[in-house]
């Protein structure tokens, strides 16, 4: 039972190329499904392997690669239908850019460092999230949520680029430390 969330998160990561086939071929309805079962693994895992303490080396990297892989396929797919701006998708792209570049600078530089997610973070993936979901209920059974677009996209945008901002700042700071410590 200790490897379900595992199991999970492979689910999740089986999930993005049929979601992405479908969001390319406007199947937005069977987006939606996917999207949202992939989601739901996300929400699952995450409760499991803190309730009971099933956390693994595989889960603790492979899990947020999940979330990003998804995220990432399913901006650029709803950009390239002309759903998402280019500048939302390239925003969303590059902070997800500059925290793995980041990370693998810091690693070189000083040497291994645990970045565990922030709440910012956390929030950035859950509304970026949140902004897919809303676009494939708009698009698949509710036309009315056209009206979240704007107001979601921007919120979006804000927490993105604030959450890109605070792990430079982490970084930064551990970088100075790490340096007045040698």
Known sequence: MHQLPNLLTLLRLALVLPIAGLLLSDRHAQALVLFAV??????????????????SRFGSLFDPLADKLLLVTSFICLTLTQVLPLWLTLVVCLRDLLILLGAGLFRVLVGPAAFLPNLLGKLTTLLQMLLVLSLLLELSLMPIMAGLRGPLGGLVLVVTL???AQYIWEWGRKFRYARMRA
Not at 41 to 54: E, N, P, Q
Request: charged share 20%.
């Open 162 to 164: 604030g959450s890109g």
């Open 38 to 55: 992939a989601g739901c693994s996300d929400a699952l895992d995450g409760f499991l392997a803190r309730r009971f303490g099933w956390t």
